[in-house]
């Protein structure tokens, strides 16, 4: 269970449907040297080669397993900051195309329907225990 809130920039958890490793495949590459952090819904998703995650701006911040869903959920959560995907409208575009949903991080309610999964990517990006 997660205590309090996690810290985050403000953000859009994008969800995109993913059946084995090679999800990283169909992303658009990350421009610059940002990095996106991605949650998996099952353990599987999570066999990417280093390499690939790394040469496309992407990190791993856990498996998630979400009440409700059947193990081995088909998909993977991006947490993109709204300041990146703002100053790449084409690259946001591209992305929000691929997705099966999105989900703004300025809802409270969605905040707290994916705190623990929040957490692994606050976890990720070093920010849990800010502000």
Do not use: C, N
């Amino acid at each position: 269970m997660t205590i309090g809130r996690p810290h985050l920039p403000d953000a859009k958890l994008v969800r995109v449907q993913a059946v084995d490793g090679s999800w990283i495949d169909e992303l658009p590459p990350v421009p610059l040297d940002e990095t996106v952090t991605v949650t998996v819904g099952a353990a599987p998703l999570a066999a990417v080669p280093a390499d690939d995650l790394v040469s496309r701006g992407y990190r791993i911040a856990g498996i998630v397993q979400v009440a409700g869903q059947p193990d081995g959920a088909a998909y993977v959560d991006l947490l993109v900051p709204d300041a990146l995907a703002q100053a790449h409208p084409g690259w946001w575009r591209t992305l929000v195309e691929l997705s099966e949903r999105t989900f703004a991080l300025a809802h409270g309610p969605v905040r707290l329907l994916f705190a623990d999964e929040l957490t692994l990517h606050a976890r990720a990006l070093g920010t849990e225990h800010r502000g």
